[in-house]
């Protein structure tokens, strides 16, 4: 369902994740439950948690806004894809965009960035996470199209 129908349904529920996203990937949406990750201008726990199985879930990833590294290359997101991942919400950076956006995948993004991250490791899984004016938790859902992302405590 698009995100404006879901609005017009059940706007009490849901909660515009105001940023400006852009949408990469040949899905014209994507929702799951959500995993929440917050790290910053380091894409190791990134790397750790799309390696393992997705079984439908977002990625919802604080990176602080930085669009000076990547969190997600090519790599990356088809690892995600491969592992069930529904999509990925980026409060950050991707590379390798126009492969990612040949992928049967979803990526929400706030730009580019060529260049790489650190690989140290540092951030926290599983935690809640403020990323556009929301509170995002481990277990809510997210709901993202071309017009943007909602979020939701629970499933619609």
Known sequence: MKTADLIDEHGDALTLVHLPFQFFGQVDHFSGPVETLS???DNQLVKETVSQPGNGRVLVVDGGGSTRT?????????TARQNGWAGLVINGAIRDSVDIHAMTFGV??????PVKSAKTG???VGQPIHVGGVMIAAGGWIYADADG?????SEL
């Not at 992302?149 to 405590?153: G, I, K, N």
């Open 39 to 41: 790290c910053f201008e």
């Open 70 to 78: 990547a969190l997600v290359g090519d790599m990356v997101a088809e």
């Open 122 to 124: 540092h951030g926290t």
């Open 108 to 113: 929400k993004t706030l730009g580019t960035s």
């Open 149 to 153: 992302v909602l979020y939701s405590a």
